[in-house]
């Protein structure tokens, strides 16, 4: 399999992918209780992960309820990012669904000010390999001054297609890798270019130790948003190899993960929210196909909050 050029990328695609290099904060969208954003809230949230050392933050991520949010709202969540933000990280914009749409929605990152874009996996349920390079070559090409970071969840999305498209889309700085497989990570991170990109561990703090091992250099998460300490520690001890100091604080988070992750990932949102709302900071409200969670889950997430504060990581 060929490996992406290693041809010299401009100056500031290169910051950027060196950048990306860190923990990707992916922040909630807050709601009220009649369902529209709390955009005071979604303020008080991207500035208190950049309080915390946050340096690239994901407006319109899968967490941010991305499928949920009319396009007038994924155009406002990715202003707010770059408002709240204000040049102390890097701003990713997601966007994806149709062509046409994700084109245009890349063209008002750029013009907000997003350093990046974040190309969701694409939801269309007939894939080739070709559509998929088309697809993000498409997106890309409108945006050459951006850095690209495409997210990868299906695992016949090889080195080779990555390698390609980076050849067609010289942009494409970074791979957000979500297939649970820390092989197929490792595998595909060499045959695409493992200095060519930004590899992000793409299943946050549980799957980032054994992505670090293998070549990542970052990794997504979610439960940031609610104990940025926690999540920094673990970036610090991963940048470092130290794995002593890392399985604690992946022990530390598995409860809370595991949470999330269940039935298919059913309360991935709910439960990051249902922190949030335990600790004031912004409602817990969430969009169907989304749930409010039963009181047994919302006593869990207490009790782990609990853990968290007496190991003083909130």
Partial sequence: MTAASQDPIPPTLAHRRDRLATLVAIPVTPFTPDGAVDWDGHATVLGRLVEHGVQAVTP????????????????????????????????????????????????????AGASAL???????????????IEYHRAIADTVPELG???YVR?????????????????????????????VSFASVA????LDAFAWIAGLAELSAPGCFAVGATGFTSGLVNVAPRLSMAMLDALRVGDFAKAMPLWEAVREFE????????????????EALA???????HVRPPSRPLPQPLRDRIGAVLDQWRAGGWL
């Fill in 154 to 182: 299906d695992a016949r999305i090889t080195g080779e297609h990555i390698a390609t498209l980076a050849g067609h889309s010289p942009n494409v700085i970074g791979v957000k890798y979500a297939v649970p497989d820390s």
């Fill in 258 to 273: 595991e949470l999330r992750g269940a039935d298919a990932s059913a309360d991935n949102v709910s439960v990051v929210k």
């Fill in 148 to 150: 690209i970071v495409l």
């Fill in 118 to 132: 974040m190309i969701h996996q694409p939801v269309h349920p007939y894939r080739s390999a070709e559509g998929w």
């Fill in 60 to 111: 319109n991520g899968n967490t941010g309820e991305f499928y949920t949010l009319s396009e007038a709202e994924r155009r406002r969540a990715v202003e707010s990012a770059v408002a709240a933000v204000d040049g102390a990280a890097e701003v990713v914009a997601g966007v994806g669904l149709d062509l046409a749409g994700a084109v245009d929605a890349a063209g008002h990152a750029a013009r």
């Fill in 190 to 193: 060499r045959d695409a270019g």
């Fill in 278 to 284: 335990q600790l004031g900071i912004v409602d817990r």
